[in-house]
Every structure is written in structure tokens, then in C-alpha cells.
């Protein structure tokens, strides 16, 4: 192993510049060479890389974003830019490849790495935490957090004015955002995809909190269990109580990172390089049980297991 | 003058409490009685107040929203209810009202005051910073820090994913939040209700930018302005390129006054104090030029005027 | 199992109002009757307590400190002390009693429940994490959050002036503040209890970087390893380079609790209620490796491990 | 005029960064040609510079510090210095010269525009306030802003441990932060330059503070007041109270400015280049009672004014 290559790919999270900076400089320091590859897949089919160095990625440890851009791409699902992202692989001598994203993202590596026998690691960067086998995606402390400070800015405002609020969060299938913020933002009910909504309960509850005097209420929904505007419609047509909406959107993906963010990102760089570098492949490295472990990509890509019945009682026996 | 009352009233405004809290206690420092007033002119009608003493406004200086609770009372443009509310004024024997809200607020204090002969000072606390005469109004330094912080975190997924954003934020008619995020935040263009929108050279720049390889770009959009929603789709349609909307809604209304909204609202809680105790009525105190002056409310209420053009050629010069 | 009480001992910590608020909430939804003791064990001592309803804990879920005021109390080790501490218990017929604090609150209600015959569950809460046998005590991460924006801030003018600094986070004997924000900060070295300083080598290391255009240098420094205004001077008197002393102090220990710190709060006051209403005594819950669980006192209270060489090895490597 | 040049100098302060964006974009856009001078008067004595485009600023409109690295030079008050530093201006045919600084640095200007009649325009920016007939510097609002932080933090502590805290805040000889730190954190009293102490007072009042139950207490400090540590002291001995101090330090220079600091900034930038066009010279453009404005240069380095009486009499009332 001589040559080894990171890219990062789908959404952006913050603490994959942090990542970047460990695989570079942890590599480096391995006597390797670091090639970073630009724009997700698309660097690789287009051969858009560089060789990076010590000072390549200085100043960019308390960054959101990636340096080296992210993105979608559709296409390399089709053959022919797998082609022309192995001939890439193949033209510049890359003996493995580090892939800093999400589901989506190891879904790719791993299909690629098979087909073509390249060596992929991976290191989970996504806000979402949708990663299956993991404690925690690099990204996503930080994002509950920005969406706390939102939740706990609107609370000023839902107990001054005697309010509903319904407050759509990040997480797309995965309800592990919207939990972490509604349990912390001391909010009165929550919806997730993994759990079937009772509506009938709910503008129960909000009902009876009127009746005794409690009129400002905060319900947080994870983007994957419906929008946040449908929902304050039917919860206003329930209830005859008005009810706003806030979708916090891309808000949640930037900023700086986290302490905790940035660690993990850290770490998780050189694991990933040690991993490469001890010969595994089609592997993420992350957090397991509070330890750095190795995930197969096959584990990792199944659907997350979240123990939701556990938080939405507890939320709703502290509320 | 021996007893004053003080209420919140319209939007609620970071910096409401610390007014508060210095109406309260510099007003027992004159050896007046202050009555604290709950849910703005709600509270007047529906006599529900209470006398308030130095530790009813402890620890509430580093806290968002009202603890007078606010909302808006279209009743009380009808004269049963201004006659109900001024029976509150004479039964506990109000001698002064301290008005802390914006620029509908002013418009009824100014009516009521005048009708009913009630010596009534307003406060200007609204982040939308849309009274006349004044420079800033408490709350509105806080709401820009807040919408910059959020336009902070999307420019690095602008710049990471290549994208363009449209980022809608509050002001109602008034475009001052959305020039002085656009300025601070680097933003490629700004659309506010006091310019006419050149839709057309906005997307022409758009296009060109994407040309020269600028990919990411901000659009600020103040609600008065436009739909953000609306207005991503314009851009799409026009310039085939995807553009994301993201409206901040809410969150710009609560959280931590900044050190500038704190130090206003105490400030103009003592002058409100002051002013009463000068035997002046029909104003309100404000920043003027630097210093805390009084504007009467009939100027404070008229449309305020900004240097919209000004504001806009330097955003656009130094993007 | 009817009555219990919680309190709050030693250093005060970012979350202890959310485990206070879970504590309480919980209990009642069990069935249980709450008592919050003030003052730590000076309250128990001298009887300062009262019945805690729901509303006792509102709107304290995001704020930094404890409501239940908190302190050391040397005094308790005294048996008269505790003697009268132990006739509170009594008179009030409380079952049980939750400690929230660090490690010297666990071993003063190690030996109180011991000696007295009382059930004592502690929750973890301490900015230090040198609770040993479980992950994270509530707080730390919160104060590793301040301090990394300390660091952040103080890297701006460490690169434009060019400077070396040394800065002091806290942590007592525990090397765990310094060593998260040192990696997450991008520092240059970090001196802890846990590891010999080399003196010469890191002042071999700044004279180095020196000569090469390395001008601005930061070193973390665990208050259990030194001080930072020692340090800055030995750094002088052997490199001859201007170097600045910070100590970020009690900075460290306030402000609105992380989403993190929250949540474990809120998970750890469900935990300790569910512990002492199955019987269970003399422990204390926390999360190890990432699952909620029990460790006896006596295993919490020994001098906690951590992988300071891991760490430190990774810190130096990456910058 | 075709070439102009920009520096920092003296102590870095947040909102440089968009200072320097805003002369190097709005002088391009005027047909200069706009040079940075690196680190301070030093890059114009030995010829330290380079031509910046418009990508040369790009991404630095969020971030603290100077990417034209900033410095004492106590060199340049020596003429062979200063000769130098002429050469240099004379060599690259220097027409006008941007100082972005404080007091210090506008009298360095000052001398060395008179005496070798370079063109030199000054922009005020130092976190101490300090700069005479002008409301506000660049970067003040930050440091207020980040040290009210603190001591809201502190606040947590200092309540919850019903402590005695003293906190030492910049600003040199001025009062400035000390006050607005002190009002809008209520803080219980403040020591500054302007105001001559009396310990007699302090301590009386922290005693019949302590006697009615008010056991927590926070004393802000302006380093050109005293120091923090001296304070406590002098309050144990003359109480018999345990006292914290806490020293912020340069946590205060750094960080993201805010959106005042950066709307001043960019302001500024452009008003500095359109006085140089003018053909004015000698003289610092600022904020003068809320209007962009011209300040003499002799004029602005005189002692500033503060309304210091002003200021102390609310913050005592308040408390």
C-alpha cells in the first residue's frame, strides 16, 4: 500500500473536513501518498485529483463542509462510470480508497469495490446517524445541536406567545435526530418513521394541556414521518388551536464542529488508514459500543435499528 | 406619578425581558409601584396584573421571549374593549403605562393614550427594526445574529454541494434584517420589499457565475420581499439550475439577547421610566443617532425609511 | 419504595438541572414522592428540603448550574454530621436518595449508605469525566464544547500574531478535557497528569517549527498537570519566544447544557429511579460503552483510565 | 490614485478579516490595484507584499483574526525604520495607504503620513473601544459579546456554588467592555479606569448582600483597572468571603465576528477607499452617532470620552 485516495460523497456533514485532515496527514505520516479526489464519484470517473499534503488541509479542523466537495451522483450506478472511475483508480496507481460518507455512499463503495477489487474503507460521515452498527455518524452531535438551539430558540417564543409549534428536523428514515432533540428540548410529543403516528392522541394531549392551562406546545417531526406544514394543518383542524410550522432545512448540515464531531472524525481517519493499510476492505470503521470497531459495508447499509419505544416514552413521561 | 404599569405586546422580541426588568426596577428605585402586566393589551382588559418587586425579574436578563407573556389582540381596536382596559387603568390606579412592542403596538398605544388621556411611553423591542426615527429597536441585533449564524451553516453546504440557496428571512415590510445578513454573510444578492426585483438580472448573474465556475450562491429574501419557496422556483425556471429554499421562520425570534439588545433594553427602560416621570406622554424612547432620545409615536409609526440602495450596491460590489 | 429525594454535591456541572428535572418528573409518573434537598449534603444535614412537584422543574431543561444550589461540604465526614444528615432521612421517611455529583459525592454516599443503612444511586455528573467505569460524566461534554471554542478564538490570534500560547482547561487529575479539546482544537501539544512531561522535546518541537515558519503554537495544558503561567515562562526561558498564558477557569463550568449533556441527564434520572425502585444500592448508573448500566460505587469511585497514550500520539501526529 | 495598499496592525480584532474583503473588492471595483502588506508596519519595512485579487479574500467574511497576520512593531517609531517602509511605498508606487488598527496604529500612521506625506487613511478596529470621536470599533461588539458569554457561564456558577466571582475583561485604559459587559450580564458592580474605586462601598455591599441572603456576586473588572487575582484578594481579606477570579484573557480577541462587526467592517472598507479617492488622507473613517463619518487623525487619538458615570449609576441601580 503506497497510494491511497479519500473522497467524500452525498451530503455534506460537519466533521468530514476534520476526517479529511486525519486521513491526509495520519497517511502521510505512514509514508503514504494522500490523493484527494474532488466532487464525490464524480472526481473519480472525471479524474478531478490532486496529491495533497501536510499543509493541504491546515485551517480547516473547525470547518463545516468539505473541502473537497460532495454530491450526488446518480450515474455511478451505471457501468460505464464505474469504468472510467477504475481506470482512475488504475491510471494513478490508488491502492485504496477512503469514502467519507453515509448510507448511500457505502452502498456505492461497497458495489464498486466487489466489482472491481479495489480496496474501500469507509468512514460514516452523515447527519442522519442512519448508519447500521454504529453508535454515532460524524456529523450528526453537531447537527442535533444546531437543531436544539433552534428548538430552544422557538421555545422562548411558543412560551411568550402561547403557541403550537410543529418543528420539522433532518433524518430522512431515520427518527434518531428528531428523538435526541425533542428528549433534550423538553418537547411535548415527537414523530418519527419508526413509529405509526396517533393522531387521535396527540390532539388529545394538546387539548387537555389547554383545558388545564398549558398553551404552548412543541411537537418535533423527522422529515422521513411527513411535513411539518401538513401536520400543523391537521393538528389546527383537530384541535381549532393555531399551530405553526418550521421546516429547519440545511440549517442543520453546516457550522463548526462539535468537540465531539471532531474527534470522532479524527479518529475515525486513522482508523480507516490502519484498516487500509492492514489489508480490509469493503469495511466502515466507526464507533461500536463506545470502541473504534470495524462494520462490514453489508451490516453497515442495512436498515438502523433505534430503540424508539424507549425515547418516545421517556419524552413523553418527562413532558 | 406613583404607580406605573408596563406590558409586551406583538411579536415577541429578545431583549423584551431585560426592559422589563429595568422598567421594574429603576422604576422602584423612584419609589414607584410597578405592575407587571400579562399578555400585552389582553392583560389590561381582562385585568391581569400583579405588582411586581425587584426579585420578580431576577435571572430573566439572559432570557428570549416575555415573561409578561405577548400576542397580538385585534380586539382591542374595538372601543368595548380599550373602555374595559382603561377601567383596569383607573381601578388600580395607573398612572403611567411603559408600551414595550412595536410599530402596531405604538399604533394602539397612541390611539388608547390619546382617547382616554393615559400617559403611555412605548419601548421599542420588535426584531424587525421597522420604527421610524429610531436606529435600532431591542431584539433586532439579536434575530440578524441569529439569521447570519444559519446563513453561516448553509454558505458551507453551498459551497460543499455547489448549490444555490434562497434563504427567507423575517422583517415583515421592512428590509433591514435581510441587508444587514446579506452584507455580513457575503451573500450573492438580497431581494427586499423597498427595491423592485430585476429578476432578470438576478438570474443573468446567476448563469454568468455558473459560467466562470461559481457554483454556490446565496439569496437573501426578505418575507415582505417574496416567497422564498416561490422565488427558488423562479430561479429554476429560469436558469434550469436546482435551487433550495430555506425559510428561517421562527428561530429568529427567540434565544439569548445579545450583549447590544441587552444593554438597548436597559437602557431605554430607565429613559422610559424618565420620560414618565417628566410628565411626557406619546412617545417613545429610542436610539437616535447614537444617543436615547424620544420620537413621538405619531413619527415612530410611519414608515420607516432605510438606505435600501446603498445597502444593496455594496452587497453587490463586494460579492 | 414512596419517597425519595435527589440531590446535588461538589462541583457544579452543565445537565445537573435535566437529571434533576428527569428525577423528579419520573418519579412522580412512578408514583413516588420527590424531594429536592438543597445545598448538597449541608440540606441534608440541616434539613433544607421540599416537596418537588411537576412544575418544579420547568424551564430548567437548558439552563447551565442546578436549582438545587450545590457545594463541597468537608463537614460531612464527620459523624455528627452525618448523624444529623441520616435523622433527615428519617423524619422524612425518605426510601431513597439520589446523589448527583462526581467522584467525591460518590464516596462520601459510599460510606453514608454504607455506615447508615441508606439507599444511595448516584448519577454522574461532573465537567472532570474521572468517574471511573463508565464513558462520560453529564457535563463534560458540554465543557469541552466551551473550552474548544476558547481554543477556536484563541487560534485566531495565535496565527495572526504569530504566537505561542499555553492554555489551561480543567479536569483536576483527569487528563480526558485536555486531551478532547487538544485533538479537536488542532493543538500543537497537550502536557496531562497521566503522561511525564518532556519538557526538552516540546521545546525542541516549538524551536523546530519555529525555524521551519511554524510561528504560532498552542499547548493544552489538564489543570492536574500545571500551570499555565509556569509553563508559558519555563517555554520562554528555554525557547526565548514570547509566550502567553490562558486559563480558562470557571468559564468551563456553566452555560446551556449540549444536546448530549441533556440527554444523558434525562436518561440517567429514568435509570437511577428504575435502580432504587428494584432495590438496588450503593451505585451509580452510567452509560458504559454506550448502553445506560450500573457500576458500583466502590468500582467508580478508583482513578479512572484513559487511553492517554493513544491520544496523545494521535494529537501529535495530526498537527 | 491607482495603487493602493492595506495592513493590520496592533492587536488583532474579529472583523478585520471583512475589512480587508471589503478594501480589496470595493477598490477593484474602483480600478485599483490593491496590495496586501503582510504583518503590520513590518511588511512595509521590508517589503513583505503581494497584488490581491478578488479570490484573494474569498471565505474570510465569518472568520476572526487578519489573513494579513498582525503585530506590534515598536521598531517603526525609529526613522531608519520608517525611511524603509517609505522606500517601499515609493518602490511599488503606493498612492494611498488603508491602516486597519487601533489607537496605537493611527498614531504611528498619523507621524509617518505627515512626515513623508504618504496618503494614509485609518480604519478603526480594536476590541478595546478605545479610539476618541468615533461610537464604535470593529470588533468591540464581538468581544462584548464572547465576554458576556463568559459571564453568563460564570453566572451558572457563581449561583448554583453562591459564590463571590471577580472577572477581568479587556480593554486597556478604557471601560468600555467592562461597562457593557457588566450592565447586560447584571452583574453587581464594575471597576474601570475612568471611575476611581472605592473598596469601602464594594466590600459594605457584598457583606449586606451576603447578611440578606444574596450569596452570589459578580464583580467585572477592566484590565486597566486592576487585576482579577489582586481584587479577590483584597475582597477576602476585607470580607472574610471566599472569591473566585477569573481572568478572560485573549478568549476575547478572537472568534466569528458578529454581524455588527462584519456590517461595520465592510462599511468601513468602502468609505476608507472613497476618502482615499477624495483625496482625503490623515484621517480615520468611523461610526459617528450611527453615520458613517471622518474622524482627524488627531482627534481620534486623543482619550476617548465614555459616559462612565452614566453607565455605573444604571448597572448599580439594576442590580
Redesign the interface.
Known amino acids: 500500500m503506497k497510494r491511497i485516495a479519500v473522497l ?1 460523497t452525498g ?2 456533514a ?1 466533521g ?1 473536513n ?1 476526517a479529511i ?2 486521513v491526509v ?2 497517511g502521510i ?1 505512514k509514508n503514504l501518498k494522500v490523493l484527494g479526489i474532488m ?1 464525490g464519484w464524480w472526481g473519480l470517473v472525471n479524474e478531478e485529483l490532486r496529491e495533497f499534503d501536510h499543509h493541504s488541509v491546515s485551517g480547516i ?6 473541502i473537497l ?3 450526488r451522483c446518480p450515474e455511478f450506478a451505471k457501468k460505464e462510470y464505474q469504468d472510467r472511475a477504475f481506470n482512475t483508480i488504475k491510471k494513478n496507481a490508488i491502492d485504496g480508497l477512503v469514502v467519507i460518507g453515509g448510507n448511500g455512499s457505502f452502498t456505492a463503495a461497497h458495489h464498486f469495490g466487489e466489482t472491481y477489487n479495489v480496496a474501500c474503507v469507509g468512514i460514516p460521515a452523515s447527519i442522519d446517524n442512519d448508519i447500521n452498527g454504529i ?1 454515532l455518524t460524524i456529523g450528526s ?1 453537531t447537527a ?3 437543531a ?3 428548538v ?6 411558543a ?4 403557541r403550537i ?1 410543529v418543528i420539522e428536523v433532518m433524518g430522512r428514515e431515520c427518527g434518531f435526530i428528531a428523538l ?2 425533542a ?4 418537547c411535548e410529543d415527537v414523530l418519527i418513521p419508526e413509529l405509526k403516528p396517533d393522531w387521535e392522541r396527540m390532539c388529545h394531549d394538546i387539548v387537555q394541556g389547554n383545558i388545564r392551562g398549558k398553551l404552548s406546545w412543541i411537537v418535533v417531526v423527522a422529515e422521513g414521518a411527513g411535513s411539518a406544514i401538513d401536520i400543523a394543518n391537521k393538528i389546527t383542524e383537530f384541535t381549532s388551536l393555531e399551530t ?1 410550522a ?11 464542529p ?3 464531531s ?2 470522532l472524525a ?2 475515525l481517519g ?1 482508523a480507516a488508514v490502519d484498516s487500509l493499510l492492514k489489508g480490509r476492505r469493503n469495511i466502515a470503521v466507526g ?5 473504534i470497531s470495524e462494520v462490514d459495508f453489508a451490516t453497515a447499509i442495512k436498515k438502523k435499528e433505534i430503540k424508539a419505544e424507549y425515547w418516545y416514552n ?1 419524552i413523553k ?2 413532558t
Open positions: 467524500t451530503g455534506d460537519p468530514m476534520p485532515r486525519s496527514r495520519y505520516s466532487r479542523i473547525s470547518q463545516g463542509g468539505t466537495k460532495t454530491g453508535d452531535d442535533i445541536n444546531t436544539l438551539a433552534a430552544d430558540n422557538i421555545r422562548d417564543t412560551t411568550s406567545m402561547e409549534f435526541s432533540v428528549l433534550a428540548g423538553g405553526r418550521v421546516v429547519l432545512g440545511h440549517v442543520q448540515r453546516g457550522g463548526r462539535t468537540a465531539f471532531r474527534d479524527l479518529r486513522e464507533l461500536c459500543c463506545g470502541k421517556l413521561t418527562l
